[in-house]
């Protein structure tokens, strides 16, 4: 993994600790908070910090207005010049899922995804990585991978059958349809839905009611939540990373990356 970099030297991430809550917030607003290699790499920082801190008893992700994570960012990571190393990355035979799911699902404090608005993609993953979502009354949920010729990470393969069914969860991947913020709550992928202007406060006051806990039981606590719901998540994290890297080199995964670029409907031929 990459090495941690100060909170102090971040650039696309906002980072604070409060009466023992951190907040990580994705800081791309112009790009709808779509992940590049340094924001990967900063959202990695940032758990490694809170693993290592202690005085964190629970951390609350969101995004800055007006996305929560529009997903990676196509321009630089699927098209431009970091599309090489994002590929390097993948095939490389390293077992366990991708470093930022591995470090955000392995962090022993509760994590509170706020939903402030678009979760698509990658972005939506990072939402399924946290163990409680709240969302605001302008956020939307899409794993649309598989309209850029990709699987999800392990977050829509392992997590989010567990979290709305198996059979709407292959609704979602297989379809890659954005759904509205009460569809999600009807599904029950999210807790709540609120207002967008008391989203940040709804979580907040969540993550105080889990903060004054005991730290020790709080840990435990997610541990067995994980090992009774999820299993473990290292082989089917190995598998991901290894068939990312094959269809980063298919024709269908360029036009998806194409199409998108040009604004117009895919062809896809199945090579």
Known sequence: MAATIDPA????????VENHIATVTLNRPERRNA??????????SAFKHIQADTNVRCAVVTG?????CSGDDVR?????????????????????????????????RPVIAAVNGAAVGWGMELSLFADIRI?????????????????????GIWRLPQVVGRSKAAELLFT??????????????????????????EA??????IAVNPPLALRYLKEGLRRATHGDVHE????????????????????????????????????
């Open 135 to 155: 969302a605001s009354d302008q956020a939307k949920f899409g794993e649309i991978f598989i309209k850029r010729g990709l699987v999800t990470d392990v977050g």
């Open 64 to 68: 800055t207005d007006p996305a929560f």
């Open 176 to 201: 890659g349809d954005v759904i509205t913020a009460e569809e999600a709550k009807e599904i029950g992928l999210v807790s709540n839905v609120v207002p967008h202007d008391q989203l940040m406060a």
């Open 204 to 209: 907040r006051g969540m993550a105080e009611r």
């Open 35 to 44: 992940l590049n290699l340094q924001a990967y790499s900063e959202l990695e």
């Open 236 to 271: 089917i994290g190995t598998w991901v990373s290894q068939t990312l890297g094959v269809l980063f080199e298919t024709e269908d995964h360029k036009e998806g990356v194409a199409s998108f670029l040009e604004k117009r409907p895919p062809v896809f031929k199945g090579r």
């Open 9 to 16: 030297d971040f650039e696309t991430i906002l980072y604070s």
């Open 76 to 108: 630089e990571i699927m098209a431009g010049a970091e599309r090489e190393a994002s590929v390097r990355r993948l095939q490389s035979v390293r077992p366990g899922p991708t470093p930022a799911a591995e470090l955000i699902l392995n962090c022993d």
